[in-house]
């Protein structure tokens, strides 16, 4: 898995990342949902398929 950015969180984005982490996939029937990295931006995504759920995106 890719490392998170060191970009701080606020609060709200992390009670919405912390709802979502560890729930089944709706994409696919084995996945289970973890904070990670999508293209460059802090994310929940599937653990098997790799689809984003959130992605909360950078400042530049």
């Known amino acids: 898995m890719a490392s998170l ?4 969180l ?4 992390r009670d919405l990342l912390a709802q979502l ?5 709706t994409y696919c029937s084995d996945g289970s949902l973890v904070r990670d990295q999508y293209k460059g931006n802090t994310a929940i995504v599937c653990d098997q398929c790799g689809v984003p759920t959130v992605q909360l995106w950078n400042e530049a």
Request: with cysteine.
């Open 10 to 13: 606020i609060p709200s984005e």
């Open 21 to 25: 982490e560890h729930r089944d996939c």
């Open 5 to 8: 950015s060191d970009r701080a």
